[in-house]
Nanobody, 123 residues
Framework: QVQLVESGGGLVQAGGSLRLSCAAS????????MGWIRQAPGKEREFVASITWSGVSQYYADSVKGRFTISRDNAGNTVYLQMNSLKSEDTAVYYC????????????????WGQGTQVTVSS
């Protein structure tokens, strides 16, 4: 069982930066691939980024590639999403997710989800 708690969301102007954090409970955090998925108002959930259990490989949606960076600290049971050059279309609730096995580039099937953190980018 893994519990995920996101933080770091907020209001930022277009072109600005935010860093999201996701703190995970449990001793086996390093077994899990981690991901970030977002959902904008009135839209379906969208894959943003994922990272393998080791942190060696990262995957990104085309819409964020070159602007967002996913990383993890297995000793600290935390995964991060550094978001730079933010655009109004990045406005969404951002969810942290975990799964045993390979990192995936879709919104399913992730086994565990956080409650989400709101990111609002003003133009």
């Amino acid at each position: 069982q893994v519990q995920l708690v996101e933080s770091g969301g907020g209001l930022v102007q277009a072109g600005g930066s935010l860093r999201l954090s996701c703190a995970a409970s449990g001793r086996t955090f390093s077994r899990y691939a981690m991901g970030w998925i977002r959902q904008a108002p009135g839209k379906e959930r969208e894959f943003v980024a994922s990272i393998t259990w080791s942190g060696v490989s990262q995957y990104y949606a085309d819409s964020v590639k070159g602007r967002f960076t996913i990383s993890r600290d297995n000793a600290g049971n935390t995964v991060y999403l550094q978001m730079n050059s933010l655009k109004s279309e990045d406005t969404a609730v951002y969810y942290c997710a975990a799964r045993v096995g390979i990192a995936i580039v879709t919104t399913t099937p992730w086994e565990y989800w956080g409650q989400g953190t709101q990111v609002t980018v003003s133009s």
